[in-house]
C-alpha cells in the first residue's frame, strides 16, 4: 500500500528533517544531521530519499565539494505537505490515525525535553495544558489570526547562543452545540 504525504511526514525522525527546514531554511546533509545528533547518518539518508521520492522535499542547489557533489534541501516553493483538499477528503479513521502519529511525535519531543541533564519548567518557561475557550466564530477567527501574526516571526529565527529550541503544538477542535444536530451524516465519504 502506498503510503500517503500524511503517513511520509508524521514519522518522527522525518518530522525532525521537515523542522530543521522550516521557514524557508535550505540545508545540506552534514547541516541537517548536526541538527540531529542522535539520528545516524545511514537513517537520515533513508529518511531524507523517502522524503525526496515523496516530493515532500526537494534539492534546491547541488555544490561540487572535494570531487562530490553536495546537495542542498528545502521544502518546496509552495511547501504544503499535505494539501487542505487532502485533510478535507480524509474519513475519521485516517484523521485518527493521522492525530495518533502526530500525539506519538508530540509525545517523543516532550520525552526528549524531560530527559535532557538540566530541564526546569520554571527557568525554561515550560508548560502543557489545555484551555477550553467559548467564543462565537468571529471571536475564534480573530484570535487564529493574532496567533499566525504573534507566531510567524519567530518560526524564521535561525539556532543561536541566546535563542534555544521551544516547541509549541497546537490542537484545535470545535464541539458543536446540542441545537446543531449530529453533523456526522453529512460528512462525505472519504
Known amino acids: 500500500m502506498k ?26 546533509v552534514q547541516q541537517i544531521a ?3 545528533p542522535e539520528v545516524p547518518q545511514a537513517t537520515l539518508y533513508r529518511h531524507l530519499k523517502k522524503l525526496l521520492d515523496g516530493k515532500i522535499i526537494e534539492v534546491v542547489e547541488e555544490n561540487q565539494v572535494r570531487g562530490t ?19 478535507l477528503k480524509a474519513g475519521p479513521d485516517e484523521h485518527l490515525d493521522y492525530f495518533i502519529k502526530f500525539m506519538a511525535n508530540v509525545l517523543m519531543d516532550f520525552e526528549s525535553y524531560i530527559r535532557q541533564t538540566h530541564y ?14 467559548y467564543a462565537s ?17 519567530l518560526l524564521h529565527n535561525e539556532e543561536t547562543p541566546d535563542r534555544k ?16 444536530g449530529n453533523k456526522d451524516d453529512e460528512r462525505p465519504d472519504g
Do not use: C, W
Open 3 to 28: 503510503e500517503t504525504k500524511a503517513d511520509l511526514i508524521l514519522h518522527p525522525v522525518r518530522m525532525k528533517v521537515l523542522h530543521t527546514l522550516s521557514s524557508g531554511r535550505r540545508k545540506t
Open 34 to 36: 548536526e541538527k540531529l
Open 69 to 87: 557533489v553536495e546537495k542542498v534541501y528545502a521544502l518546496p516553493k509552495n511547501n504544503e505537505v499535505v494539501s487542505r483538499d487532502e485533510v
Open 120 to 133: 526546569d519548567f520554571q527557568k525554561d518557561m515550560a508548560s502543557f495544558r489545555t484551555a477550553t475557550l
Open 137 to 153: 466564530d468571529e471571536e475564534y477567527s480573530e484570535f487564529i489570526k493574532k496567533y499566525v501574526e504573534l507566531i510567524t516571526p
Open 165 to 180: 529550541k521551544r516547541t509549541v503544538t497546537n490542537i484545535l477542535t470545535t464541539h458543536h452545540n446540542i441545537e446543531e
